[in-house]
């Protein structure tokens, strides 16, 4: 089975926001990536088994919880990925050349929907209106916070997730995202607010 076939046929589903990826080793990887680089198909099956799934719950998040969007970005990141594997150097952890990639894959699909707000959802994002007082009020929490995530303005929402939750600096976003630093802070900023008042309103 060649490598799409492969992702296409890899189950993609919401439980890999609930579910955690293999530890991350390092050296374990940079084994699976150099028989990757030498056309070992299984080699490259098991990194994508390991990296999915924190990979799909970033992806998702940039996504606004679109969870088709998430899907099409994470088999792209893998595609390039295999075809760019002759290209990595061992200089940093492979799991952070993967996510940089995909990142700035989920980053060009947005700037090509740049002006068009994010009006639709999918089951994955309505799967959140469903719960009622079956779900517990962490999980009611948690699932308030994804959904006011998700439902910020596009570039709010990729500052605030590469900001807050993967860590990114300032710099890097407003390079990523072409944008002044100053964009940076004030969509982080306006993200903040929003949330703030989203998760209020949810509450209420």
Request: glycine share 4%; hydrophobic share 45%.
């Amino acid at each position: 089975m060649g490598i799409i076939a492969f992702m296409l046929n890899a189950a993609v589903t919401t439980d890999y926001l609930q579910t955690e990826s293999l530890p991350d080793t390092r050296e374990d990887d940079f084994v699976l990536v150099r028989a990757a680089s030498g056309g070992d198909q299984k080699a490259f099956e098991q990194l994508y088994r390991k990296h999915s799934k924190r990979l799909f719950s970033v992806l998702w998040r940039l996504c606004g919880g679109q969870q088709a969007r998430a899907e099409d970005c994470l088999q792209e990141a893998f595609v390039k990925a295999w075809q760019a594997l002759p290209t990595f150097r061992y200089e940093s952890a492979f799991s952070t050349w993967l996510h940089r990639l995909a990142v700035n894959i989920a980053l060009m699909e947005l700037r090509s929907r740049k002006g068009a707000e994010d009006l639709e959802q999918d089951d994955a994002v309505l799967a959140f209106e469903k719960t009622g007082d079956t779900a517990s009020h962490q999980t009611r929490m948690q699932m308030d916070l994804e959904r006011a995530v998700s439902s910020l303005p596009p570039r709010a929402r990729a500052v605030l997730v590469l900001f807050d939750i993967e860590g990114w600096t300032h710099e890097a976003i407003a390079e990523h995202c072409e944008m002044a630093v100053g964009s940076s802070k004030a969509q982080l900023h306006r993200a903040r607010a929003l949330l703030r008042e989203k998760l209020g309103a949810y509450r209420d």
